[in-house]
């Protein structure tokens, strides 16, 4: 360690802690790691003298890339960092909509669901797609791994059996490793129905939506015959994990609520409720998005995202409050979605290619370069132009405020999408940051180490 060292240029400071006491936590979003420091180390710090402190604190400090070589450019490292993982990457990943039909007319959501499932030469030819792939780079990939995604991909369960079987075929003729997830509404959830999906067709995390409490979620998930939804997917969840067995099954379940100005209220009676009935030492996660554009105007009645944020921090204590172990430092992304990635895909019910998962089914891209292809007319190896794929040159260019976003580590810079269609893209991180760093300590002092001369 000498004098040619900095203060990384991605890092955040907090206030002081407490009143009595003047230290402050620092994190790096480049590593994703936060230490608390003392006002010396501080000031040395910010007035640039960090040949000031001893060599023990800035070993620490540079362990933790909150100091970094003072020639570096470290947007250049974080863009290359990224593209490194990309092209590394030995997962190829598939994702698949095995159904354009879903029982829910969540006002929210842009799709045009349609009694239709995929058929099985269709799924033929996704194979022979996958299998192209996989021959293009022999030896290089060691997971092949699935995405369930919908409509609602339990409204063709039986044609997720089927293909799974083809697509274990198919890890197996390649020597590779084989697992999958799955997005769903949980209406059809029955813990039979998830035994099953863990134990036959290696889905091992599952994530379902809950919007608020009954009161809230029924006013806008409910069937498309208007019939409530809530309590029959609370139920199967209930079920599922009263099973003697549940944890042997070793499976991930996460539940995510979705808000905007209209069901925010049913969030924390949520919380309340899945505590009280010990969700919270079975779930992976539960967490809260904010509502956005799906190919429509579903946004604008959304909060700002920094009213979100604000509302964020409250959830999360509340959380705390009843046991749940919530995320509160986010890590660092270097992948930020499909759409980077020159070969992991998105199949819909009609065969439909896609590198993003959130235009399938909406008439507002049907026709838009969205569509890659379709694997029912095109050649097994076809190459398609992928749009969104240049996300990170894009960044490094300064074409979005990415460029000097201090979050830019742990974010990846967000939906390329949502960027390209000027909404701000960024992660309620970005407000309230400083927050959940305050809020990580005070719940566990021993978890935030201490550097000191």
């Known amino acids: ?23 402050k936590i620092v994190l790096s979003t480049r590593s994703s790691r936060s230490v608390v420091v003392s006002k010396k180390i501080y000031d040395a710090l910010q007035n640039n003298k960090v040949n000031k402190l001893s060599k023990k604190v800035r070993k620490a400090l540079t362990n933790d890339k909150i100091l970094v070589d ?5 947007l250049d490292v974080i863009i290359s960092e990224n593209k490194q993982h990309i092209a590394g990457d030995t997962t190829l990943y598939q994702v698949i909509q095995p159904s354009a039909m879903c029982q829910l007319g969540c006002d929210y959501c842009g799709q045009d669901h349609k009694k239709v499932n995929i058929n099985f030469d269709l799924v033929e030819k996704l194979l022979n797609r996958l299998r192209a792939k996989l021959l293009l780079k022999p030896d290089f990939y060691k997971i092949l791994y699935i995405g369930w995604f919908g409509g609602e991909p339990l409204m063709a369960l039986n044609e997720i059996r089927v ?5 274990k075929e198919l890890a197996d003729e390649f020597s590779l490793r084989y697992g999958a997830k799955i997005v769903t509404n949980g209406l059809s959830l ?23 409490s009954a009161e809230f979620h029924d006013q806008r998930r409910n069937t498309k015959e208007g019939h409530d939804t809530f309590d029959i997917i609370f139920k199967n969840l209930k079920d599922i994990f009263a099973l003697p067995d549940y944890h042997e099954l070793k499976c991930s379940i996460t539940i995510r609520c979705n808000v905007d100005k ?32 799906w190919g429509n105007d579903a946004h604008l009645k959304s909060f700002t995202k920094e009213e979100f944020a604000d509302l ?7 959380q705390f409050e009843y046991g749940f172990k919530p995320r509160v430092i986010p890590g660092r992304v270097r992948s930020v979605c499909l759409a980077v990635s020159p070969e992991n895909e998105m199949v819909d019910a009609y065969g439909n290619l896609f590198n993003c998962t959130e235009v399938s089914y909406v008439d507002t891209y049907k026709n838009s370069e969205y569509v890659l292809g379709n694997v029912k007319f095109d050649e097994p190896g076809a190459q398609y132009k992928r749009p969104l794929s240049n996300w990170n040159d894009e960044i490094l260019n300064n074409t979005y405020q990415c460029h000097s976003c201090k979050m830019l580590p742990v974010c990846g810079g967000g939906c390329p999408k949502s960027w390209h269609e000027d909404m701000r893209a960024c992660p309620s991180n970005k407000f309230n940051i400083k927050d ?10 021993t978890d935030v180490k201490e550097v000191s001369e």
């Open 312 to 318: 964020e921090i409250n959830w999360l204590i509340e």
């Open 190 to 212: 029955k813990p039979a129905i998830l035994r099953e999906l863990v134990t036959k067709y290696h889905i091992t995390n599952f994530e379902i939506t809950l919007d608020g």
């Open 1 to 23: 360690m000498d004098s040619t060292q900095k203060l990384s240029y991605y890092t955040i400071f907090t206030d002081e802690i407490s009143e009595t006491n003047n230290k």
């Open 70 to 74: 003072e020639n570096e450019n470290e």
């Open 262 to 293: 209209r069901n925010y209220l049913g969030v924390s009676p949520l919380i309340k409720q899945l505590a009280e009935n010990n969700f919270h030492k079975f779930l992976t996660y539960f967490y809260v998005m904010s509502v956005y554009s």
């Open 436 to 445: 959940k760093l305050l809020l990580g300590y005070a719940i566990s002092k």
């Open 163 to 167: 293909i799974t079987d083809k697509l």
